[in-house]
């Protein structure tokens, strides 16, 4: 399974000089940075400065491009503990305990619980990737537009039954949100829900309206505040606080691990996999907790579970795309321009033929865990300050911020329109406990849900049958009807057994 | 009914309102599509999700009116955020005229006066340093124009 040869080669690679790590360290605080910021996007800072991998050979330049994954997969929990705003889909989870415990003044501690479980996290998506490279391939080319569907479904109904206090109204949200994803031009060729706008002719920017709904919609709520944490005694920042954090992760080696199986094979899922492995880790959790209704109140658990998954799925990401030459979504695609750029195709001869350089990739990775936890510890203070900001000085800048960053996605201001009018909506989302994660990650993956089904339509001939020929859908839609039904299921039982 | 009895009534009005709001839309949004086009491929998501959104609608409208439990006041009054969204919408709409410096200038200015700070050197300080560092950051990150009425970068995203 594990080519020795070339794992010796890959040591050599990266360990015969220091010059491949000077690379890393940058890419890191790029990445922490452009995460960190609500409104920047990893993939975007990857973009901004994929032009510079044109200087370094291939293997420094994926080794650049990963650091900033890496620091950015962790970044987007900064300010989805902090401000209540992921800054990236796969950071929702985390804003579920990790807000409320920054809002209790345990800021430091869910930091420092973030950064144990995505550093932990790394390490183990690294260690199966370098151990399942293959088989994980395998598996990923069996997941057909069916399966996708299926994921999007599950995904979108495991968010709406937990992160609204009413199940319907969670799915309502959840179905609504891939409705709004599905506006602008079908299959078909023609277009829908567009009003006449060419701005929505694409369908609405999805970034844009996931920060409106998080971000913007929650500084308004937050407009009658004084500061974030409102006791004054617990607005410090506390190394000491986050390394017990740090340490509180370490302790919960089976969260983290289920976290992390969970991060690499559903991340590896093209397109879905970092948006839904955090939620169905998140679920998971939940579901096997002594204290299942303390989640959402600021349960640290919840974030472990959250960050294991997100930051392994970068490691099960990075298996299609070495494996398959396939990205799995924003960042990676620049990595494929990346493979493009230095006359590199990814894909099964990749990996036959290359297999030090793909070792060393992992390899690397294993050494950019270990720098994250150095830096993370020197930026976290930095970041965590904004605790210290009064509220009228804080909103006013985010917004802002939030506004350019939406400009800076869309290179219009259809960017800072959709911020507006889904701030607004995610406003009375929150208020009338409608879920806005459902509503958000119905909106990311709708044009691909529908992209999906109709793949599968043209495949199946329009035979309901196909599904019965797909296990992999069956057993996700069986997932899917337990997550839904399960627990209301057992309680009749156990009743009926009582009896 | 409990303490909650003075805005109860209002609350849960305010609460069928927004399921009905989402109802007519995603059905206007179906009649759209069904406008649009009949082809299958048009309305595969399309119709199915809509059917589903309004069946849980009606669902939540009867669990709704049947329910008799209090619902929880959200912290946040609207008389203190409409002032605020509005604002923030003043601020998006005119960028267009304003530029993102001048329009962050003000929008930063309004903003804190609203909230209370009179401390004129600070309100004036940060707002103008805010706006053109903002600007002046992302002039030079992005790669097309930024609309700006001062600030004046004839080659964006040069620094790269």
Redesign the interface.
């Known amino acids: 399974m594990i080519d020795v040869d070339a794992l010796i080669s890959a040591t050599g690679m990266l360990f015969s000089s220091g010059t491949p790590w000077l690379i890393v360290v940058p890419g890191i605080l790029i990445g922490l940075v452009f995460g960190a910021i609500p409104g920047l996007q990893i993939s975007m800072a990857m973009a ?2 994929l ?1 510079l991998t044109l200087y370094l050979d291939f293997m420094q330049a994926m080794l650049f491009l990963t650091a900033i994954f890496t620091g950015g997969g962790f970044g987007g929990s900064i300010p989805a503990i902090l401000m209540n705003i992921p800054g990236t889909s796969s950071a929702i989870a985390t804003a579920f305990d990790g807000y409320p415990m920054s809002r209790q003044g345990e800021h430091n501690l869910a930091l420092g619980v973030a950064l144990g479980a995505s550093c932990i996290g790394v390490i183990i998506g690294y260690s199966i990737l370098f151990l399942l490279i293959n088989p994980i391939s395998q598996l990923v080319l069996r997941i057909g537009p069916a399966e996708m569907a299926a994921v999007i479904l599950w995904g979108i109904t495991l968010i709406g039954s937990l992160s609204s206090g ?1 199940i ?2 969670g ?2 949200s959840g ?2 949100g ?2 709004v994803g ?2 602008g031009y ?8 567009t009003f006449g706008s060419p701005y929505l002719l694409d369908g609405v920017p999805v970034i844009p309206a996931m920060i409106g709904m998080f971000a ?1 919609s929650e500084l ?2 937050l ?2 505040k004084d500061y974030l944490v409102e006791d004054s005694a617990a607005r410090t920042v506390s190394v000491r606080l986050i390394l017990t954090g740090f340490r509180r992760a370490i302790s919960k080696p089976w969260i983290v691990l289920r976290g992390s199986l969970i991060g690499v094979f559903v991340g590896s899922v093209p397109g879905v996999g970092s948006s839904v492995a955090n939620l169905i880790s998140y679920m998971a959790t939940r579901r096997n907790s002594p204290e299942p209704h303390s989640f959402g109140k600021g349960n640290p658990h919840g974030v472990i579970a959250s960050e294991s998954a997100n930051s392994t799925s970068e490691a099960g990401s990075m298996a299609t795309l070495l494996a398959l030459g396939i990205p799995g979504g924003g960042a990676t695609a620049v990595m494929l321009a990346a493979f493009a750029m230095h006359n590199i195709t990814g894909g099964p001869q990749f990996i036959r033929e290359q297999t030090d350089v793909v070792y060393a990739i992992i390899i690397a990775n294993f050494g950019q865990a270990f720098l994250l936890i150095g830096l993370g510890l020197v930026f976290i203070p930095l970041l965590a300050n904004v605790i210290k900001v009064p ?3 804080l ?3 985010v ?3 939030a ?2 960053g939406a ?2 996605l869309t ?1 219009d ?1 259809s960017g ?2 959709t ?2 009018v889904f ?2 909506v995610g ?2 989302f ?5 879920s806005v994660p459902a509503a958000v990650i119905g909106i990311l993956l ?1 044009g691909m ?2 992209d999906s ?2 793949y599968s ?1 043209q495949i199946s001939g ?1 035979q309901w049958t196909y599904l019965l020929e797909r296990p992999i859908t069956l057993v996700i839609l069986a997932l899917l009807t337990a997550s839904l039904f399960g627990s209301k299921a057992i309680e009749v039982l156990k009743r009926r057994a009582g009896r | 009914m409990g303490q909650y009895s003075g805005s109860f009534g209002k609350r849960r009005i305010a609460d069928l309102v927004v399921l009905l709001v989402l109802g007519i839309m995603a059905a206007f949004y179906c009649y759209d599509a069904i406008s649009a086009s009949t082809h299958i491929y048009n309305l595969i998501m399309v119709l199915p999700l809509t059917v589903l959104v309004l069946g849980l609608c009606i669902a939540q409208f009867v669990v709704a009116v049947r329910s008799g439990e209090p619902e929880t006041e959200p912290a946040e009054s609207v008389r203190e955020v409409v002032p605020v969204m509005l604002l923030f919408t003043a601020y998006v709409v005119s960028l267009d005229w304003l530029g993102f410096d001048v329009g962050t200038l003000l929008f930063m200015g309004v903003f804190l006066f609203m909230q209370g700070e009179r401390r004129w050197p600070w309100l004036i300080g940060y707002s103008i340093a805010f706006a053109f560092v903002l600007t002046f950051f992302f002039q030079q990150m992005l790669p097309y124009p930024m609309p700006t009425l001062i600030i004046e970068i004839t080659n964006p995203g040069g620094s790269l």
């Open positions: 901004i400065f032009p009413s319907l109204k799915l309502i179905l609504v891939l409705l599905t506006i079908s299959e078909a060729g023609v277009t829908r829900g913007a308004f709520r407009v009658t509220m009228n000085y909103v006013p800048s917004l802002s911020m506004v350019f400009f800076g290179g201001l800072p329109l911020v507006l701030s607004v406003w009375v929150k208020r009338y406990d409608y709708g849900a529908e089904v109709v339509y329009g």
